[in-house]
């Protein structure tokens, strides 16, 4: 990929303030033994509410749709917790870069940014990178808003713009990014991404190149505010040979032998849980959110490119339940659901699948049917305690999606 394009905007205290009334809501913390409340699916408030998050107050409008699930995870910086598993992949990689990839002077030629914050303006997730205002990308089914002009970020590209306007030319970034998604082991509405960025100008690319002081950069052809002249076929060859070299030495170092001006430069970006599951077999995502110390103890080790094998918890039997309803007329996603389901049911939710679509012939409205998977990381669940969190999302699915129940 070519580089093309950042901006700057920690336990987290998260609370809602009601202008008219100063009642602030505390944090919330779910206990299977209560029955959830519906009101508990979204921290999203009609204008004049404001959320603080992370230290900052942003108003709350039509945009806004922060649950109070992925709100606690705001802050929770798993790869910054020493021994964490993701906190031991971004080592690995920041171990390998430091030592691979030396400056001038002895010094890392990578800086590495691992603490900006995950609320972002939706410049810097969309239009800094030259994304349409009308992708679909950009969709509220698909992202966290805080509201018409601010989000947790989809990416840590978010940064890019800032990072490459401030002088930087080779960074890591890394850091949770939030995307509204499926339920299964796979899928989690917060999941954590590094990614690198290397420029090179003329010299840098052409200097161990044989009569490489004749060649060029880019084309004979028109520059925009927001484009470069199209790239050399040479640059580009180059740019992607060390790309691939550069990823290349990574993940034979892991795994083993099993807004540039006038420099152009490569990209990629890594999910910290999809390689953290493959190193050290870890089954679930749900996982590394534990907090359970039979799982945090595996991964304390003395020596970061020591080899860990997860030796799986035992494993508790599921409860399942199905839900169908009719859907309104507009304005329902499946990522609504999904995420009022993993508001409401939390980690206990294992796997939500729609099996069954049926349109009726005669009134032309569609039924969905979801089996919903609930099993605890740690104990066994009764049918009685997941009836509760169930009939609470039956009734959340009601009242703020506006299905017709078929229960």
């Not at 009642?23 to 408030?45: C, I, L, M, N, Y």
């Not at 070299?245 to 420099?263: C, E, I, K, S, Y």
């Not at 995502?285 to 080899?307: A, M």
Request: aromatic share 12%; with cysteine; proline share 3%.
């Amino acid at each position: 990929m070519i580089c093309s394009t950042l901006r700057r905007v920690g336990h987290v205290h998260i609370y809602l303030v009601r202008k008219a009334s100063g009642v602030s809501k505390g944090h919330h913390q779910q206990t299977v033994g209560s029955r959830p409340d519906a009101s508990e699916f979204a921290a999203r408030g009609a204008s004049g509410n404001v959320l603080e998050l992370l230290g900052k107050s942003y108003p709350q409008d039509n945009y806004s749709n922060l649950s109070r699930k992925v709100l606690s995870r705001v802050g929770r910086n798993l790869h910054n917790q020493q021994y964490h598993p993701l906190w031991l992949i971004k080592e690995r990689v920041k171990e390998h870069f430091y030592q691979q990839y030396v400056g001038r002077f002895g010094t890392p030629l990578f800086s590495v940014y691992d603490d900006l914050s995950p609320v972002v303006t939706t410049w810097q997730n969309f239009d800094s990178l030259l994304i349409p205002a009308d992708h679909p990308s950009r969709k509220k089914g698909d992202n966290y808003y805080v509201n018409g002009t601010h989000m947790l970020r989809a990416h840590t590209s978010a940064h890019q713009w800032d990072l490459l306007h401030a002088g930087l030319d080779a960074f890591l970034v890394v850091g949770d990014v939030y995307r509204r998604d499926q339920i299964d082991s796979q899928h989690y509405p917060v999941f954590h991404q590094l990614e690198g960025v290397r420029l090179f100008s003329k010299h840098e690319l052409f200097t161990s190149i044989k009569d490489g002081e004749s060649l060029q950069l880019f084309e004979q052809s028109s520059r925009s505010a927001y484009k470069q002249e199209t790239h050399t076929m040479e640059a580009t060859k180059l740019v992607e040979f060390d790309l691939k070299q550069t990823l290349t030495r990574l993940v034979t170092h892991l795994f083993g032998d099993a807004g540039a001006q006038d420099q152009i430069g490569w990209a990629f970006g890594l999910g910290l849980e999809r390689l953290a599951m493959i190193l050290y077999d870890i089954p679930d995502i749900r996982l590394f959110w534990s907090e359970d110390e039979r799982f945090l103890k595996q991964f304390r080790v003395s020596d970061i490119n020591q080899k860990v094998k997860f030796q799986p918890l035992s494993k508790y039997p599921a409860v399942i339940n199905d839900i169908s309803f009719w859907l309104p007329s507009e304005n329902y996603t499946e990522n609504d659901f999904y995420d009022l389901v993993r508001t409401i049911g939390g980690d206990l939710v294992e796997k939500v699948e729609l099996i069954d679509k049926f349109e009726h012939p005669k009134t032309h409205k569609t039924s969905h049917c979801y089996r919903i998977t609930y099993r605890h990381m740690e104990r066994t669940l009764s049918q009685r305690e997941v009836r509760r969190v169930h009939q609470a999302v039956q009734e959340a699915a009601v009242q703020l999606l506006g299905v017709e129940g078929r229960f």
